[in-house]
T-cell receptor, first 112, second 112 residues
Framework: LAKTTQPISMDSYEGQEVNITCSHNNIATNDYITWYQQFPSQGPRFIIQGYKTKVTNEVASLFIPADRKSSTLSLPRVSLSDTAVYYC?????????????FGSGTRLQVQP | ETGVTQSPTHLIKTRGQQVTLRCSSQSGHNTVSWYQQALGQGPQFIFQ???????GRGNFPPRFSGLQFPNYSSELNVNALELDDSALYLC???????????FGPGTRLTVL
């Protein structure tokens, strides 16, 4: 299973763009990259998923370079409610070997 | 919001007791995984069930066991509870062929 490395914490202010980078040097060919958000005492919430280049949805963008050894989650114009822990995960779609490996995540603190 | 529910929300047990936690997934989500999340850490994979059979397991002892039922519900059973079993227990389900897992809100287990 590919291991991921993220910054332990980040600080930002309301209205700013936040970019969280995740390293996954051992990513396999079939692996997708998925980001989750988690608030205290709640289950992780799916944010975005991608395989290569750029993916955008209504809440975030995910940038993946050609070598796929890293990825960057971009949160535009954060608000106080974006204060949470963000997890980057990589894994393949093979049902038989499925297991999400969570690291310690990045704790984002958004200040007013 | 995710269509995954867990019960109970909170639970207090004493060391040596047994506990059963329950999860109800979305219709069509035939894969369910269970995670243990200690305070301040990322979720740790316990095991996964696919079509009512265990097909993946993390580094957890046999006293952690599970069941998955045809109606997309599942159980996590823990025997001989230890103090270190105190944690947030999360279940996550996904549809076959997809890589996106949807998490429930979790059950907070406290072992005294």
């Amino acid at each position: 299973l590919a291991k991921t490395t993220q910054p332990i914490s980040m600080d930002s202010y309301e209205g700013q763009e936040v970019n969280i980078t995740c390293s996954h040097n051992n990513i396999a060919t079939n692996d997708y990259i998925t980001w989750y958000q988690q608030f205290p005492s709640q289950g992780p919430r799916f944010i975005i998923q991608g395989y290569k280049t750029k993916v955008t949805n209504e809440v975030a963008s995910l940038f993946i370079p050609a070598d796929r050894k890293s990825s960057t989650l971009s949160l535009p114009r954060v608000s106080l409610s974006d204060t949470a822990v963000y997890y980057c995960l990589v894994g393949d779609m093979d049902t038989g070997r499925r297991a999400l490996t969570f690291g310690s995540g990045t704790r984002l603190q958004v200040q007013p | 919001e995710t269509g995954v529910t867990q019960s109970p929300t909170h639970l207090i047990k004493t060391r040596g007791q047994q506990v059963t936690l329950r999860c109800s997934s979305q219709s069509g989500h035939n894969t369910v995984s269970w995670y243990q999340q200690a305070l301040g850490q990322g979720p740790q994979f316990i095991f996964q069930y696919y079509r009512e059979e265990e097909n993946g397991r993390g580094n957890f002892p046999p006293r952690f066991s599970g069941l998955q039922f045809p109606n997309y519900s599942s159980e996590l059973n823990v025997n001989a509870l230890e103090l270190d079993d105190s944690a947030l227990y999360l279940c996550a389900s996904r549809r076959e062929g997809t890589d996106t897992q949807y998490f429930g809100p979790g059950t907070r287990l406290t072992v005294l």
